[in-house]
């Protein structure tokens, strides 16, 4: 096991279960609002492929990053921005959901019969697929506007413009918006909350509207009381906000891909700080409110997963990583050419001690000899404790994207999805594909793989 | 005297013949030598000696043949003694893998046994990063005053052979190491003189007496590092073989050698993407005749394909390309009935950004009409068929679709009935290109449609009548469009003129050198008064990264020009849509501030010095359309260096070949250190010439001294530069010079007429008042000129001291007269601030951190910015675009002295924004820097329409 947490962690803030609080769907990009990419839907083994669907290639947002660093020798850098480098999945009611880059429309399918249902057209790119509530589906696109459409008929029930103004430029030959909405659209309580941002030296908007209604305030009546719902339209200073939006209903948590993600507060909008040095828009938010996130810069090890505490600081790295996913006190990570998993609970708890034992046994190396010896005897303890803490490892390519569902890993690679038992690490099922599959998604007893060649692909 | 020199010749001779024939020829010659010749005593006891030396030079045996490969290394030991130091690792052509320290020893018996007598070395070596100190094969301590033995190895980017008498005396080559270029390498002791050869060719040789000092102290023979006592600077790269023979190889071997070497190609080859998953690969080579690529994903190639081949120019067309990947591919050739292989190039399919092509028969469900005559006339008034075409107003979107058929348009229809949309929307979308090729852009009025302006390279309809009026019609159309207004089957055709917009055709804006084209930028002073009209590619993945200090890119009637990692784009300046490019392996040149540029553009073609020619490209479409060449007897020994055009000229230099840098990795390519003299060192070169640049006559070629690359200046019929006329630094036959005598010793300054090269005026420069030949250094010196004056600038470092000068010379333009000069102290001697390019805006001239009063010839008094970070500094109107503090572009009006910035916005560590053609173009150049969360993408700014 990779001793690969550098830093003392609080046990009682990490390792608790996530567990996804809409058990039958997936009604959001990653399942849930912590992005959590798990749900306790199960699927039955074997899968075959039922339908699949060819969506044209995506047209990503931002290109692919600088190769290296030469002035610092730092090769292998990885993208800080690719948010939507395949068409993901949202799937609720027997109907799959996706937002296309390439003909800037969300498209509803059967998610049984692979038949196209409806398209909605919007002005520009939808890089993220629809939240999904109340049959309604709520997305943003590109053209600077968010949406809300009937998931009966695709038909439009409301839109909010996330800029300022009603200008578009171009951008690699599409208009888009000023102000792109390209963080999706998340729903808190009756709330819809998205954010207008493209360029750090412009103000960026982030918007809470009313689900039903699409406006910023409205009166809510409930047992007999009226209460006046405020949203909002903060505008925010030199931020660019990308990537999912993330909430534990209490604060925000945005990424903003080349720079560390924002925490705001979910009822103001008002900024509460940055996270730390969590960078990139591969992003979790643990149950304890702590953000999993990476590539974080450029200047530490490429592959690196950060873990950041609400207060902002960053209070752990996972090196050689660059996903995860965490559920009910277990982690599932690529390191090293092998997949692993690990007794997070255990593993964090002995971690953090081990950290203390080494910071108490510096202090006092000069001083207490004797002391000294018996602390680093300790650690050497902890080490065999830590060590016992890897469930099981097994090898393998490198990974692009992994979730969980029940019991089964489910992992997408360069040419293959593959799932493995949760608890044995042992290959269950996998299935060839065509490009890498960036995308997964659970529900309905179907498995959803999307490819960076705009190809979805259904297995049941 | 002569008697006995004559019969000594007839002795050589006569024994050279006779050890050809015999080994035993000591005692024949001896017995040859005793009969014909009669000599005093003296002359009897020298002969043996002469004849074994003789003898010895004429056959020599191979003592050690050790070629690096998985064949001969086994168990981590080279031929059973030599022990590497690292686990072996091989790479994908069975080549030991030097890196990460990896060397190998052998006791210094092996070495010992040799060292003492004349030997000679043959290495075929490969260096992938060079580095200060490096070595291939090597005997040696190197500790202070120390110094023995022998090693054969490289210092920076020149190959070096090294042997002790007295102190470690170097002999080195004149070409640069070409990184990741393979060399064959020939290092001969013959017992008084040490040669080194690179590739057949000598490069230096020097005497140094009899027996090389050795060692008394335990010493390995180590191949692949620098490695004695306290150093160790192990080789990043691949030795294939190394043969160590125990005498001196003959002229005959030697030449063979050169004539083993690989394949040469008089230019490389590139590489255009043609659609999705296509390319075609373009090449000229030195022999005409059949040629092939082998090419694949791995340098194990799973293609070969042959090529269509017209005398020395071959092409091919690549299919199932996929996306997102690096190919190797190999070209050959047949000289002589041998079959010859050039060196493994690459190409990254990542940067594909050709869009697809719409199959000529798809046609709109329920659509009757045959639009294809009329699209084809509208696309024909755009010379190249790309960029951005809005159809205002649809009625089915057939004609849309037919233009976006017929050329490589983004059509965007723009239309405000939605349910018109709707069901056009259906029927696109069906066509499966509908978002790619062709999208419907919804509006509610057509009275102010919210769209940025200047943007449509061709605007129509679909309707009979344009619903938007002819003047909201002018403003969205980019300078030199069409608005082309339906009449049934005819059509009117409204023109946008190119007003008052520049080009920045050259690498400091014009040849003229002055990093200002006269772009006004309507006035823009403030990063407010500039908004952005275009965002996108190329990003992060197109160039090398932000440090090597680069070619500028160039803006031209509407087109933007940018170098990347081995690559070239050209897109349009209005809308940023990707026109076309080219990966070029040949292309890189680094270090521009002790060089100059590799292109130049006029309005309608693109020149590109590629090694000993130049490519003339057409802007429309990048198709090559001339080739223009150095002499025959300047190729394979001279590359191009400069290139210019004014009128009807091109003008160009010859540089010593592999004189330009191309290393980039590492922290030593930032080439910044004010006295890093490989950083410092000028490329420098022997003539200049000129071409009738529309139909490639020679006009005329001047060649008199060392002319300094970075200070060539073109004003009007003027060409300026400065010209170092030392004989001894040009008979040093170095393309880089850090010398300091090419600014103290014999420098002058020197005007051409530029239509017949002949000597206006040359004038002695004035001595340096801080640079010697033994002391301090001249960063950066550059030219620049004005309608009046040619202005040298050097930067001049102290001795001693963290601190330098820019010093400034005015010479009349007339006569050459030095009307004044003055200078102003560094800000920094770091991150740029000692070699600032200068920027001429109005009357004042900008360097850093303040700069001069043109007319006064002096100092202005105050600082501007703060400039902060690497980067130059431009100009446009009345305004400064440099990096400043927090290192992001900021922007300086020269009246309001007031800066602003754009967050977050980086440009390279040499010069990528420009303002010209009506913008601020800022392509990317930043990438891979890790002081900052940096935007990472391309931008056009436009003025803001209301000032």
Known sequence: ??????????????????????????????????????????????????????????????????????????????????????????????????????DNAVHCFDINSGKELWTFFTNSAVRFPPSLANNRAFFGS??????????????LIWKVNAAPTTQNIINNGKLISTHPVRTGVTLVGDQAIFAGSLLPWEDSYLHAVTQKSGKSTYVKKAHGKEEKVRGYNQAHTGVTLQGAILTDNKHLYIPQGRAAALKFDVKSGNTLGNMGHAGGVFCILTEDSQLIAGPSSQKNRNDQISLTDQKGRSIAAFNNANRAVIYKGQAFMHINGSLKGLDYTTYSSLSAKRADTIVAANKIKKTNKPKYDQLMAEVKGLDTEIKACSMWETPAAAIAEL???????????????????????????????????????????????????????SFK | MAHTANNFRTICRISHKLCNLSTIYPVAILKFNATLLPMSRLRYSLLPMLCMLLSNSLSAKIIHDWTLDKQHIKDNKLEEIGVLKKPAKFDSEGLLIFSDGQQIHFPEETAKAFSSKPFSIVAKVRVDKPQAWGGFVGFTQDNGNYEKGWILGYNNSNYTFKAAKGSLKIISSKKSISAGQWATLIAIYDGDKISLYVDGKLAQSQQIGNKIDLADIPTNLVIGAYRDKDENFPLEGRIQNIKIYNNVLDQEFIKKKADDSIYKFAVRPKVAFTAPGEAKLTWES????????????????????????????????????????????????????????????????????????????????????????????????????????????????????????????????????????????????????????????????????????????????????????????YALLAPN???????????????????????????????????????????????????????????????????????????????????????????????????????????????????????????????????????????????????????????????????????????????????????????????????????IAQVISYNLFAYNKHNSASKWAYGKGLIINSTITIEGENIYFLENRSPDL???????????????????????????????????????????ATQAGVPAGYGLATKDSFYAVISQSIAGKNTGYYTYYSFSAKSGKLEWDTKTQWRASHHGAHIQHPVIIQDHLYTDPSGIDLKKGKPLGYNYGPRAACAAAVGSGDTLFYRGLGGAISVWGIDEKEVTFWKRLRPSCWLSYIPSNGMLLIPDGGAGCSCGGWMETSLGFAPVRSK
């Not at chain 2, 880089?736 to 002949?758: E, F, M, P, Q």
């Open chain 1, 1 to 102: 096991m990779n001793h690969f947490i550098k830093k003392s962690l609080s046990v009682s803030c990490i390792g608790l279960a996530i567990t996804n609080t809409c058990l039958a769907q997936w009604t959001t990009y990653r399942a849930d609002n912590r992005r959590s990419g798990t749900t306790a839907q199960t699927i039955k083994l074997p899968l075959t492929k039922s339908w699949n669907h060819q969506g044209g290639i995506p047209q990503q947002a931002w290109t692919g990053p600088a190769k290296w660093d030469t002035y610092a020798k730092n090769a292998g850098l990885q993208s800080m921005r690719n948010f939507d480098p395949c068409y993901y999945t949202t799937i609720a009611d027997g109907k799959l959901y996706y937002g296309s880059s390439s």
């Open chain 1, 142 to 155: 590109d053209d600077g506007h968010a949406y809300a459409v009937d998931t009966t008929n695709g038909n």
């Open chain 1, 403 to 457: 979730i969980v569902a029940g019991d089964h890993l489910i992992c997408g690679f360069d040419g293959k999805v593959e799932i493995y038992d949760t608890k044995s690490g042992k290959s269950l099922w996998s299935a060839p594909i065509e490009g890498i599959a960036h995308g997964l998604s659970v529900s309905d007893g179907h498995l959803v793989v999307s490819t960076n060649k705009g190809e979805i692909i």
């Open chain 2, 286 to 473: 030195t022999h005409s005749g059949t040629s092939s690529i082998a090419y694949g994903l791995t340098k194990k190639f799973t293609t070969i394909t042959p090529a269509t081949s017209t005398d020395n120019f071959h092409s091919i067309n690549l299919k199932n390309l996929e996306t997102g990947k690096t190919y190797f591919y190999r070209l050959s050739g047949t000289v002589d009935g041998k079959r010859k292989l050039s060196p493994i190039y690459e190409f990254n399919t990542s940067v594909n950004y050709a869009s697809s092509s719409i199959p000529k028969e798809l046609k709109l469900a329920g659509s009757k009409s045959d639009y294809s005559k009329l699209a084809s006339k509208l696309v024909g008034l755009n010379k190249q068929k790309a960029g951005i075409c809005l159809v205002v107003g649809i009625k089915d979107g057939s004609l849309a679709l037919e233009i976006a058929k017929q050329s490589k348009f983004k059509v965007i229809c723009i239309e405000k009935d939605q349910k018109l949309i709707d069901s056009v929307r259906v029927n696109l979308y069906q066509t499966g290109f509908y978002g790619s090729r062709i999208s419907i852009f919804k509006v509610y009025s057509y009275k102010k449609l919210p769209i940025t302006t200047g943007i449509a390279n061709l605007i129509t309809s679909e309707q009979t009548k344009l619903p938007i009026s002819l003047k909201a019609g």
């Open chain 2, 481 to 679: 469009s069409k608005l082309v207004i339906l009449d049934g089957e005819t059509f009117t055709v409204k023109s946008k003129k190119n007003n008052n917009t520049t080009d920045w055709n050259h690498q400091y804006g014009t040849a003229a050198n002055t990093s200002n084209a006269g772009e006004s930028l309507k006035g823009a002073t403030a990063t407010n008064d500039l908004q952005v009209q275009w965002i996108g590619r190329p990003g992060g993945d197109f160039g090398i990264d932000r440090q090597p200090r680069m070619p500028a890119p160039l803006a031209s009637n509407g087109r933007l020009y940018h170098q990347g990692h081995n690559r070239m784009i050209c897109l349009d300046s209005h809308n940023g849509q990707i026109l076309w490019s080219y990966e070029i392996p040949d292309l890189r040149r680094i270090n521009i501030p002790r060089d100059c540029s590799n292109w130049c553009a006029d309005k309608d073609h693109l020149y590109i010095a590629i090694k000993d020619r130049a490519w003339k490209l057409n802007a429309a479409t990048g198709e090559q359309t001339e080739t223009f060449k150095l002499t025959d007897s300047a190729r394979g020994e001279y590359d191009w260096g400069y290139i210019a055009n004014s009128g009807d000229y091109l003008i160009g230099s010859s540089v010593l070949a592999g004189s330009h840098l191309t290393e980039f990795w590492g922290s030593q390519n930032w080439f910044d250190g004010a006295t890093d003299r490989r950083a």
């Open chain 2, 730 to 772: 040009k008979n040093g036959e170095n393309g880089r010079i850090s010398d300091n005598s090419l600014w103290t010793d014999k420098l002058y300054a020197v005007c051409l007429d530029l239509k017949s090269g002949k000597v206006k005026w040359e004038k002695p420069f004035p001595k340096l008042e801080y640079v010697t």
